[in-house]
């Protein structure tokens, strides 16, 4: 953590120091340009480096590229199943108002219905009526 602090004091003004940085604190005694990267020593500090390092970037809030790629690829999804529901949603509201069941046709057919049957229920007041106006005279 010294070497660190010490390092971000200077403005991190060598690369070379970070990878003595590294190399201090994971244990690697390898020499930067010689180093076999293929070795198993070498293999496990990288490890070692990785877990590390996604310990305390999940504590700073940040997340790997592979999650958030994933984070990426669910939202896409959604925004296409969400665009098909709408379309969906579309398809059958126009549906509706073709085959006269829309809720504003629906209302219109529901009055007109109404009124015609209460001019057919006045009509045969008015019949019945007559004809007992009929059976007096």
């Known amino acids: 953590?010294?070497?660190?602090?010490?390092?971000?004091?200077?403005?991190?003004?060598?690369?070379?120091?970070?990878?003595?940085?590294?190399r201090n604190s994971y244990g690697s005694?390898?020499?930067?340009?010689?180093?076999?990267?293929?070795?198993?020593?070498?293999q496990q500090t990288v490890s070692d480096f990785q877990k590390a390092f996604a310990q305390y970037a999940g504590q700073w809030g940040w997340v790997s590229q592979e999650e958030y790629d994933q984070a990426v690829e669910e939202r896409d999804q959604l925004r296409q199943k969400s665009e098909e529901q709408k379309k969906t949603i579309e398809q059958l509201r126009e549906l509706l108002t073709q085959?006269?069941?829309?809720?504003?046709?629906?209302?219109?057919?529901?009055?007109?219905?109404?009124?015609?049957?209460?001019?057919?229920?006045?009509?045969?007041?008015?019949?019945?009526?007559?004809?007992?106006?009929?059976?007096?005279?």
Do not use: C, Y
Not at 29 to 42: E, F, R
């Open 29 to 42: 005694t390898m020499p930067p340009h010689d180093a076999d990267q293929n070795s198993p020593s070498w």
């Open 1 to 22: 953590m010294e070497d660190m602090a010490n390092w971000m004091r200077q403005g991190f003004e060598a690369l070379n120091d970070m990878g003595v940085l590294f």
């Open 99 to 137: 085959k006269g069941m829309g809720h504003a046709e629906l209302f219109s057919h529901l009055q007109d219905s109404l009124n015609k049957q209460s001019s057919q229920f006045q009509e045969l007041m008015r019949t019945i009526g007559g004809a007992d106006d009929k059976k007096q005279a």
